[in-house]
T-cell receptor, first 114, second 114 residues
Framework: AQKVTQAQTEISVVEKEDVTLDCVYE???????LFWYKQPPSGELVFLIR??????QNEISGRYSWNFQKSTSSFNFTITASQVVDSAVYFC???????????FGSGTRLQVQP | DVKVTQSSRYLVKRTGEKVFLECVQD?????MFWYRQDPGLGLRLIYF???????EKGDIPEGYSVSREKKERFSLILESASTNQTSMYLC?????????????FGPGTRLTVT
């Protein structure tokens, strides 16, 4: 069965600081996918990234970057030069190819202070 | 853009009432999902549907049922609402069942059962 741990319940940073959100997952499958979602105060989850287990290259999208370490089962998310608009709850979600839906972590609430 | 809409943002019902939560997507997605979100627990899958009239139980189906009579619409039914069903309910849709395709979420319905 899948399990995902987001150990940081809440993080508070000051604008322009870099911040890393941790995600550790468990899976018995060799093929799986990993997702990150953002949930701003409005409530609607926004898809950020999908990564499959065969692709261990790190990815960068603007101020966002993701570090996938298969050896440690981690898929961490870094925001560089954080902004107030980054304040949200962030969810990591693995998905086995045979499983019907995503398995969500408990989320990390990020507060970016001006 | 994929659009997933939910019939209500906020709903207050009394214990024992029958409650219908409606979800509509406009991208011809085969798969639709209902999750509930509770503090510290992340999102938990209640039910999903992979085709019209087809459904499967998720991780916490007790106390809920679903209906999918048309491809674009997926309803969650609380046959007899109870206070422990007070929660945020999120609907999602996706293009593929097995595989890595991302789910698109609606804005959520915050249900309070008194």
């Amino acid at each position: 069965a899948q399990k995902v741990t987001q150990a940081q319940t809440e993080i508070s940073v000051v604008e322009k600081e870099d911040v890393t959100l941790d995600c550790v997952y468990e899976t018995r499958d060799t093929t799986y996918y990993l997702f990150w979602y953002k949930q701003p105060p409005s409530g609607e989850l926004v898809f950020l990234i999908r990564r499959n287990s065969f692709d261990e290259q790190n990815e960068i999208s603007g101020r966002y970057s993701w570090n996938f370490q298969k050896s440690t089962s981690s898929f961490n998310f870094t925001i560089t030069a954080s902004q107030v608009v980054d304040s949200a709850v962030y969810f990591c979600a693995p998905k086995d190819t045979g499983r019907r839906a995503l398995t969500f972590g408990s989320g990390t609430r990020l507060q970016v202070q001006p | 853009d994929v659009k997933v809409t939910q019939s209500s943002r906020y709903l207050v019902k009394r214990t024992g009432e029958k409650v219908f939560l409606e979800c509509v997507q406009d991208m011809d997605h085969e798969n639709m999902f209902w999750y509930r979100q509770d503090p510290g627990l992340g999102l938990r899958l209640i039910y999903f549907s992979y085709d019209v009239k087809m459904k499967e139980k998720g991780d916490i189906p007790e106390g809920y049922s679903v209906s999918r009579e048309k491809k674009e619409r997926f309803s969650l039914i609380l046959e007899s609402a109870s206070t422990n069903q007070t929660s945020m309910y999120l609907c999602a849709s996706s293009t593929r069942l097995a595989g890595g395709y991302e789910q698109y979420f609606g804005p959520g319905t915050r249900l309070t059962v008194t």
